[in-house]
């Protein structure tokens, strides 16, 4: 049976995040004002995305707080589900696989992409009650802080969110390309075309073995290169996913904080 492989990035340099009810309400991302560190020239690294502490907040941010935590923690989630999926497309030989294993290793993946479907909707039911948050308050600077952060932080869960239906849905079509492949293979071995007598023709039909004249299909051994270019896919989504996240990360402070 296919063992998968471990996550191997997932927020590299990145601490793991303090408990909700222990961290503090400041953080080591930069305060807004300055160039974000997601969109400075030169094409620098987001800034990573992390939850936010409670303890210092006032009461009237704690709301917010738990919402943003909410969905960046569904973020996060999804950011080392799809690394993981990634992984495992550019580093397993699935061409080595019998049909059997290879359909399991498939069926696994697909489940989580499902999940990571699943998860960034959960995320943007708590993105919403963020933008409800922004436009309820009174204070433009915060109001436009918060949507900025709600905005990117929901592109991000976007993102993921359609990595996943992507996915599922080329690997939906891969499926049916071989179902159709496997049943015009049977009706090949039950129904065998007449022998062809023209020596030119027969000459020009590719044989690989049956009776003489019948052409059976070949099996695919392109299956690498096949889940290869899915995971360059995701790998490029995932660019656009760490770019939203950044700015999010740049703006959580000043959107959660002082209400």
């Known amino acids: 049976m296919l063992m998968f492989l ?37 094409g620098a690294r987001p800034t990573p995305l992390t939850e936010i502490g409670r303890v210092r907040a006032l009461p009237a941010c704690v709301p917010i707080v738990a919402h943003a935590n909410g969905a960046i923690t569904q973020a996060l989630d999804n950011d080392r589900t799809l690394a993981i999926i990634s992984a495992n497309l550019h580093n397993t030989d699935y061409d080595k696989l019998n049909v059997l294993q290879r359909r399991n290793a498939v069926e696994a993946l697909m489940k989580q992409a499902e999940a990571m479907r699943v998860a960034a909707s959960a995320g943007d039911a708590e993105v919403k009650k963020l933008r409800d948050y922004a436009k309820a308050s009174p204070d433009p600077k915060r109001q436009q802080e918060l949507k900025t952060f709600a905005d990117a932080l929901g592109g991000a869960l976007y993102r993921q969110k359609k990595a996943a239906v992507e996915f599922m849905r080329d690997i939906t079509i891969m499926r049916g390309r071989e179902d159709a492949a496997e049943g015009h293979a049977m009706m090949e071995a ?3 075309h ?22 059976l299909p070949v099996p695919p051994t392109t299956y690498n ?11 490029g989504l995932n ?21």
Do not use: M, W
């Not at 009810?21 to 004002?33: D, E, F, R, V, Y």
């Not at 660019?239 to 209400?259: F, K, L, N, R």
């Open 6 to 42: 471990p996550i191997v990035f997932a927020l590299a340099a990145n601490e793991p995040a303090p408990a909700a009810s222990s961290a503090p309400a400041t953080s080591t991302a930069p305060a807004t004002g300055g160039a974000p560190a997601s969109t400075t020239a030169g």
């Open 225 to 235: 290169k096949q889940f290869q270019y899915l995971g360059d896919t995701l790998d």
């Open 190 to 192: 039950n129904n065998p």
């Open 239 to 259: 660019a656009g996913i760490q770019t939203d996240e950044g700015i999010a990360a740049d703006h959580s402070i000043a959107a959660t904080a002082g209400c």
């Open 194 to 215: 007449p022998i062809v007598r023209d020596a030119v023709a027969t000459s020009q039909i590719p044989q690989t073995g049956g009776p003489a004249g019948n052409v």
